[in-house]
């Protein structure tokens, strides 16, 4: 009887995406023995500068591993530098997102241990894995830069050999998302989704600007803006139920996922005004379920949007940007693409990636 090749999987600041991905990955691939440690998504700076220092005592640091992974939030140096066992284990870093690339108005931004850690780990790690390009080469560029403004003593080829072991392999979508037939578009009356974070960085103030201008057009729509809530959520959600309540169908934090899932199929049109987003899970989703995309031309978009569902970014004026992107909305009401799914991205295409990852770590590190 052949025994499993044993993992051990880290998440140091376990977000709901990050959980989504570490159990997915734990039922998609059955094969490996797997043990999760997981802390809880709260005090950041804490959480990424000391998950080292929470993990000190546990005991399955002591125990034979075939491989460690993981995510980006990892004081990953740290841990095999406090555990010898972890020095002679393959160790792979799966980059969620990366401090080099967060907006300049976020909380973490400025600060240097959160893009030290992400460094640190990337150096310490066998093989780096990153869930878009776009996250990649923020990320390289962001140490370059970073790097570049040490006084001296930098060591030399330090990108380029973060840039040989680093590779793109995306947080799968579940295979029931995607729709068997195409849905038909509603042209006359399309049913326009925003499902993200309620958070700045997700540019509300933008969809805000988007629907002031869409209502002038007299186009007729209807809307659905949902997605997880915080208690200081940005006051251009408010105005939005003030100014369009008449046209909105879902609102807020849909606590069933059956009745997201359900939302998905129902939307014409997913909509994106984002600042920052490393994959865009959410507009993979609703891809995946038949909506057709509307997204700038930045950030991980260009990787799966089509052209032709991409409007022109104008990240310093967002009165351009709402132009863009209504001009854009019209040109597919006027001609739908062909096909927007992101097959690719299905978790039954992924897993094999994985696995043959996992498994060429596993035997290229001597017993």
């Known amino acids: 009887m052949s025994i499993k090749p044993r993992i051990l999987l880290l998440s140091a600041y376990d977000a709901a995406?990050?959980?989504?991905?570490?159990?997915?990955?734990?039922?998609l691939l059955p094969e490996y023995h797997w043990h999760a440690l997981a802390?809880?998504?709260?005090f950041f700076q804490w959480r990424i500068r000391g998950n080292a220092l929470s993990w000190l005592n546990e005991p399955c640091f002591e125990e034979s591993w075939d491989l460690v992974i993981a995510t980006s939030m990892v004081d990953l140096a740290t841990l095999r530098?406090?555990?010898?066992?972890?020095?002679?284990?393959?160790?792979?870093?799966?980059?969620?997102?990366?401090?080099?690339?967060f907006p300049v108005s976020n909380q973490q931004q400025g600060r240097v241990e959160p893009q030290v850690v992400n460094l640190y780990g990337a150096v310490a790690a066998d093989s780096v894995v990153f869930n878009s390009a776009w996250n990649r080469d923020s990320f390289l560029q962001g140490a370059a830069e970073f790097l570049g403004k040490m006084p001296d003593a930098v060591p030399e080829g330090l990108i380029e050999g973060l840039q040989h072991k680093s590779r793109v392999l995306p947080v799968p979508i579940e295979d029931y998302l995607f729709a068997d037939n195409p849905k038909l578009l509603n042209r006359d009356c399309p049913h326009l989704l925003w499902n993200h974070r309620w958070e700045y960085d997700k540019a509300p103030d933008r969809l805000l600007s988007f629907l002031k201008r869409l209502e002038k057009r007299q186009q007729p729509y209807r809307?659905?803006?949902?997605?997880?809530?915080?208690?200081?959520?940005?006051?251009?959600?408010?105005?939005?139920?003030?100014?369009f309540g008449n046209r909105?169908?879902?609102?807020?934090?849909?606590?069933?996922?059956?009745?997201?899932?359900?939302?998905?199929?129902?939307?014409?049109?997913?909509?994106?005004?984002?600042?920052?987003?490393?994959?865009?899970?959410?507009?993979?989703?609703?891809?995946?379920?038949?909506?057709?995309?509307?997204?700038?031309?930045?950030?991980?978009?260009?990787?799966?949007?089509?052209?032709?569902?991409?409007?022109?970014?104008?990240?310093?004026?967002?009165?351009?940007?709402?132009?863009?992107?209504?001009?854009?909305?019209?040109?597919?009401?006027?001609?739908?693409?062909?096909?927007?799914?992101?097959?690719?991205?299905?978790?039954?295409?992924?897993a094999e990636q994985y696995r043959l990852l996992f498994n060429e770590l596993i035997r290229a590190w001597p017993d």
């Open 17 to 27: 995406s990050h959980k989504r991905w570490r159990e997915q990955l734990m039922a």
């Open 248 to 350: 909105i169908d879902s609102w807020g934090f849909l606590e069933s996922r059956a009745e997201y899932d359900g939302l998905l199929r129902k939307a014409d049109i997913v909509l994106s005004t984002a600042l920052h987003d490393f994959q865009g899970l959410s507009i993979l989703e609703a891809m995946a379920s038949g909506c057709v995309p509307l997204a700038p031309d930045r950030l991980a978009y260009r990787e799966y949007v089509p052209d032709s569902c991409r409007y022109e970014s104008h990240e310093q004026d967002a009165g351009a940007e709402a132009e863009a992107a209504i001009s854009c909305l019209q040109r597919i009401l006027e001609k739908p693409p062909a096909g927007c799914r992101p097959d690719p991205w299905r978790a039954s295409v992924l």
């Open 223 to 243: 809307l659905s803006v949902v997605g997880e809530g915080f208690r200081n959520h940005p006051g251009s959600f408010d105005q939005i139920a003030a100014q």
């Open 81 to 101: 530098g406090l555990h010898p066992q972890l020095a002679n284990t393959p160790c792979l870093l799966y980059m969620h997102e990366n401090q080099f690339a």
């Open 39 to 42: 802390l809880a998504p709260r």
